[in-house]
């Protein structure tokens, strides 16, 4: 079965703080992909990244970038010098690479708060 | 390039009306989701097109829930009766399957109130 665990219901920080948001997913599957989207309190769900399970290298964009670590099963978030944009809740999910219907399961989320 | 697009944005409904959700995926784009976000259940994946053929519908929660895509840009969500419970954001999101790990895109939402 695939699950994706985010036990960070809720997080608060003051800006400019760095913030690191966790994954821990489960899958019996050798490839597959991870994902993390962004939902703004406008509701919209804003697609971040995409990391394939071959990749374990770590990637960066600008103040955002994320640790993908197979031996532990976690795929982590930072958000460097956060800022009062970066409120949102944000998803992690997993798919199936074996299949051409990608069904993405989502994890619960993790509602972060930027204090200015 | 405009991306997934969905309307009504908002709807208020009674209960036992007839709710009718549309969307229109990305052009291009060859599958379909249909999602509902709950404070509850989080995010719900109800059905699945590929190529405008329902593929999974093991997520649609009863009968008074059914989905349509008669064509390659356009879907509807349909519920009838609707109940106080049908209550949430109802998302419609589209990608180009057939290339590994595509990825999913959201349109802005509906947001459906039954009182």
């Known amino acids: 079965a695939q699950k994706v665990t985010q036990a960070q219901t809720e997080i608060s920080v003051v800006e400019k703080e760095d913030v690191t948001l966790d994954c821990v997913y489960e899958?019996?599957?050798?490839?597959?992909?991870l994902f993390w989207y962004k939902q703004p309190p406008s509701g919209e769900l804003v697609f971040l990244i995409r990391?394939?399970?071959?990749?374990?290298q770590n990637e960066i964009s600008g103040r955002y970038s994320w640790n993908f670590q197979k031996s532990t099963s976690s795929f982590n978030f930072t958000i460097t010098a956060s800022q009062v944009v970066d409120s949102a809740v944000y998803f992690c999910?997993?798919?199936?690479?074996?299949?051409?219907?990608?069904?993405?399961?989502f994890g619960p989320g993790t509602s972060l708060s930027v204090i200015p | 390039d405009a991306g997934v697009i969905q309307s009504p944005r908002h709807e208020v409904t009674e209960m036992g009306q007839e709710v009718t959700l549309r969307c229109k995926p990305i052009?291009?784009?060859?599958?379909l989701f249909w999602y509902r976000q709950t404070m509850m259940r989080g995010l719900e994946l109800l059905i699945y097109?590929?190529?405008?053929?329902?593929?999974?519908d093991s997520g649609m929660p009863e009968d008074r829930f059914s989905a349509k895509m008669p064509n390659a840009s356009f879907s509807t969500l349909k519920i009838q009766p609707s109940e106080p419970r049908d209550s949430a954001v109802y998302f419609c999101?589209?990608?180009?399957?057939?290339?590994?790990?595509?990825?999913?895109?959201f349109g802005e939402g509906s947001w459906l109130t039954v009182v």
């Open positions: 999101a589209s990608s180009l399957a057939g290339v590994r790990g595509n990825t999913i895109y």
């Open positions: 899958t019996r599957d050798t490839t597959y992909y």
């Open positions: 990391r394939n399970s071959f990749d374990e």
């Open positions: 999910a997993l798919s199936n690479m074996k299949t051409s219907y990608d069904k993405v399961i």
């Open positions: 052009s291009g784009h060859n599958s």
């Open positions: 097109f590929n190529n405008n053929v329902p593929i999974d």
